[in-house]
């Protein structure tokens, strides 16, 4: 099938905590729907059946709960295909912007997902309802190629966005499509955490994905291309993935994924938007995802094999992690922390004056969020000396045969391959192997930055 996504360099309110009428609000997000029309006329003409729009592509972000308001539509909740805004616009109040985005998708015969704020009103009786008697979501919404509201989704796993509430439960989304099947859907910092992302894939069985984000990039293991990339790999999906462009804040990165190929778009140098669209194989459901076995523990043996100096410290992600310096053209290493020990074979093609070291980290990560990770990451250091390892690096020249495993405590892994100019490859092999998850790739395309497993034990967040 034939999808699209948009990164969207959207237009900001100029003061986002000041009051402003219902009235200027619609003038502001009528000027970004204005840009959404224009991609999606676009992405119609070249044929695709389904677009994706990025998290807070319309209103913007950094309101406070009273400031966002104006902004807000009513959006009824799981009201399947029922309502058509573009065709009943009068059913509710306040649905302004649904119903542009519902002509949209209507004119253009074509299925659009889209992320606005939303509104709910709620009984101050009801237990979770907040004083002042609304709830506010951040919400996806998801319309057929006939305008009708097929799905919502409100997030769930908010990341510090003070405006909006989260839902009392999960929602579980999804929509159908003649051409695809079905499509999930979740938001941003969702795709860390096991609700509702990793439940809804499993539960429902779900091969494709519609993925709005505000994404700011944080190298080395969390740019957004590249995990993007490692969630399509891990769970074995399809992913249309939309983030917001505004360099200066370090957000870029989208695209429609595979597990064997991707079409991406990162650039931090200019401006304005980008339309991505590109043919992609439906998968099916019988295809076996790298999930299949489930890990071993360490046993003491193993534990034995203590590391060779020298090994240091350094700070990596805001985690400390223990590293080993890779020296020489070839070799053999292994670190460990807590329970887990990272292996690593390699061979540099050429020997650059570049360091590289292999760390790991097994421990709750609490800076931005909180929750357990299991890292086990090869990477390029910013400069010579050992504190540079763990540092933010773009470009790279060294191309290194490897072979990576590590004795994971999860069946949740994303194997992270990125390289120079913030491009992406694929490893030649991964999986389970004696209780251990490897990745290997002889000669990557270009320079290597990182090539990790980035494991999220999600019982112990």
Sequence with gaps: YVAAVYEHESILSPNPVAPVERRAALELMGRNLDIYEQQVLAAAR??????VFPEDGIH???FTRSSIYPYLDFVPHSHSGKWNPCREPHLYNDTEVVQRLSCMALKNKIFLVANLGSKQPCERSEPRCPLDGRFQFNTNVAFGADGALLATYRKHNLYFEYAFDTPAEPDYAFFDTPFAGKFGMFTCFDILFF?????LITQYNLKQIVYPTAWMNQLPLLSAVEFQQAFSTAFNVNILAANIHHPTLGMTGSGIYTPVKSFIYHNMESYGGKLIVAEIPVITADYKTNLEKTPGRVSEKE???????PFFYAEMMYDNFTFVPLWGEK???QVCANSLCCYLNYQRA???????????FDGLHTVHGTYYVQACALVKCGGLSFSTCGQEVTDATALIDFQLWANMSTPYI????????????FADHMGWKNNHYFLSKNRT?????????YGRWYEKD
């Design 350 to 360: 050429v020997l650059t004056d570049e360091l590289y070291a292999l760390g790991v």
């Design 331 to 333: 070799g053999e290493l």
């Design 46 to 51: 070249q044929g695709a059946q389904i677009i």
């Design 195 to 199: 609700e509702p992302a990793v439940s």
């Design 414 to 425: 994303f194997p992270l391959l990125l390289t120079s100019g913030i491009t992406l490859d």
């Design 445 to 453: 395309s270009a320079g290597l930055l990182t090539a990790a497993l």
């Design 60 to 62: 913007g972000f950094n």
């Design 303 to 309: 534990k034995g094999k203590e590391q060779s100096p």
